[in-house]
């Protein structure tokens, strides 16, 4: 199931698929590049990243992955920020995607019910931040 904005599910094995298109976009590395990295078909590689997967990959392959991927195996189950990333910048987007992942299940009326609270929140944040106290 994808979410919105082309987001992954944070579903099964989403959050893990997460992790490794992120280190993929940022070493710009294809798929298929992994994929022949790693000495599995393309197929295996994209259920792995789209979150297809119930579970993680063998401990072997797990290792290749973050070989290939050059990052640690903390690294890859998100126990440490990748390379380049501040812990603030994964908390902000491990957030976001949840926040687009669990707004792709909500029904219109709850969708724009939710909308309208984000609204009056930032509204708030506004009025707090300029001292005006209405």
């Known amino acids: 199931m994808a ?9 099964a094995m989403g959050w893990f698929g997460e992790r ?11 798929g298929a590049g992994i994929a022949r990295r790693l000495g599995v078909d393309a197929k295996t590689y994209s259920h792995l990243v789209s979150g297809r997967t119930k579970r ?3 401990p072997e392959l797990f290792l290749r992955i973050c ?5 640690t195996p903390n690294q890859a189950l998100g126990w440490e920020p990748l390379p380049g990333e501040t812990d603030v910048d994964r908390s902000r987007d491990i957030l976001t995607r949840r926040i687009a992942a669990l707004t792709a299940q909500l029904d219109d009326p709850d969708l724009a019910l939710l909308t309208r609270l ?7 944040h506004q009025l707090a931040k300029s001292g005006d106290p209405d």
């Open 118 to 124: 984000l609204e009056v929140t930032l509204q708030h």
């Open 67 to 71: 070989e290939a991927l050059e990052m």
């Open 56 to 58: 993680l990959p063998d």
């Open 3 to 11: 979410s919105a904005g082309g987001m992954r599910p944070f579903g």
């Open 20 to 30: 490794l298109a992120t280190r993929q976009r940022m070493l710009g590395l294809s």
